[in-house]
Each structure stands twice: as structure tokens, then as C-alpha cells.
């Protein structure tokens, strides 16, 4: 394996905090790799500089061996790292399958030249997307009457249209249902294992999180105090420690794993 995604350093300071310190790791390419740790640990912090939302004070970001630091979010996009959001951003009066097809277009560059006739491009394409998230039934339905956990499986096709080698994915249950959660977790596990897409995401749901994560990093007050798969990381005295009465978080897993 080789990594896709590798930081050395990384640190954001503002003003007197260090909401990442010194943070360095690597995201194998195929891997799903999951970043935890309690609020303001610093993983949204993180994630805006790998996504170009944010310039590092210090330290750098590469992808596929290549340096970005310093790139902004559209090219880094462009050299295929997508993004998922914990708000759910998608066009609430066009349907699900012009959705993807608008990401498509996007995908191709094609937006302002073809928008007359855009419900009619790429539709093929959008609804292979749609199906690969088992959306495809819902194709013709307008994204303002979605479960909230359609429209997440929708964000992960539109995601997808850009054909990204890493996606990085921001809380992607937050606001769902434990079922849903799991549900949304198991399909971006098929689709990093069918499509070789690798994916980078923080989570809060420990469930969520031991039941399909390759591996797991934590985060506390700015630092990686730990790294490793998911037996490693309950039995770490370090995590238990930041999950106070850690029982309660790591229990909860336990049991689903019974
Ligand atoms: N723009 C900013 N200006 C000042 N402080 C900030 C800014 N963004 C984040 N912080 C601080 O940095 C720390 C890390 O925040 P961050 O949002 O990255 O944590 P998090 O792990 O994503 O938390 P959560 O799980 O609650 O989303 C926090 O103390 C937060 O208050």
C-alpha cells in the first residue's frame, strides 16, 4: 500500500490556541480511515486544511506524494479530493437525479455551456451513481420531500460524480438515526472496497466508527495521542482516559460487536 493522503506537522494555531498540533499520519490508498476525538479536538480544523479552507500555520498536507499545501479548495478538488458536509448542501428543487447530473456537469466543465439542455446530459451516468448508493428508485423525486438519510446517500453520489480518489466526509451520520447511521457507514465501506475510493472521516458515533473503520486515529486538544485498529484503540489507557468514563462511548460498541 501506498498513502494517498499524508500530512507532516500539520499545526492551526488562532491566537493563543493550538487547535492542531503537530499532527502527521498517513491515509493508505483503499484505506477508511476515521478521525475521532471529543469536541474541539480539532478535527474540523484538520479537515479545513486538508480541504484548502484553511492555510496551516505550519507543517504540510500532500496528496499522492505531491505537495497542496497552500492550494485552495477548488484545486484541490480538482486533483480529486471530494468532500461531504455535515450540512447537507444540495439543489432542493431539482430532483435527485438532476442533482447528480448537475455534479456531473460540474465534473465535465460543462456548466454554463450546456445548461439549456442539462436535465438530458449524463443522466445515464447520474443514475448508475444513484444506483451504486441504492437511490435509483427515488431518481424522479425533488430532494425537498428526501429522509434525511436519502438525502446523505444523494450527497454520496453527488460526491462521487467527481470521480474522487479521496473522499473526505465531515461527520457524514451526523443527524441521523443509529440504523441510518450504520446503513450510510456500510455503504461507504462497499464503495472504498468495490470503487478503490479511499476515504478520511470524524465521527462521533462509536459504533459507527468501530464497526467499519480499517483504522482509527484520535485527536485531543489539538494532538494525535493515538492510532491503530479498533481493538488497539479501546484498549489504549491514553483514549480511555479522554473519553471519560470511557465505559459509556467504548461499552456502547462493545456490545454491537457481541
Ligand atoms: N475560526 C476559529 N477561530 C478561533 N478558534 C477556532 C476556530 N475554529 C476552531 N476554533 C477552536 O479550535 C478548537 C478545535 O475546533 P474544531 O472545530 O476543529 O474541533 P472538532 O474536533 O471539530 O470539534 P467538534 O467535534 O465539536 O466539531 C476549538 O477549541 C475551537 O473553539
Redesign the pocket.
Known sequence: MSAILETRGLT?T??G?T??DDVSFALQKGELLAMI????????????MLMGQ?PPTSGAVYLDGEVITGLGPRQIWRRGVGRTF?ITATYASMTVVENVQMALLSHNGEIFRVLPFAHRMHRDRALALLDMVGMAAQADRHCAVLAYGDLKRMELAIALAHDPKLLLM??PTAGMAPRERLALMELTARIVAEQGVSVLF?E?DMDVVFGHAHRIMV?NR?ALIAEGNAAEIRANPLVQDVYLGGGTVFGRAEKTDA
Do not use: R
Open positions: 492551526k488562532f491566537g490556541l487547535a492542531v476525538g471529543p469536541n474541539g479536538a480539532g478535527k474540523s480544523t484538520c479537515f479545513n484553511l455535515q465531515d461527520e470524524t462521533h485527536l489539538g
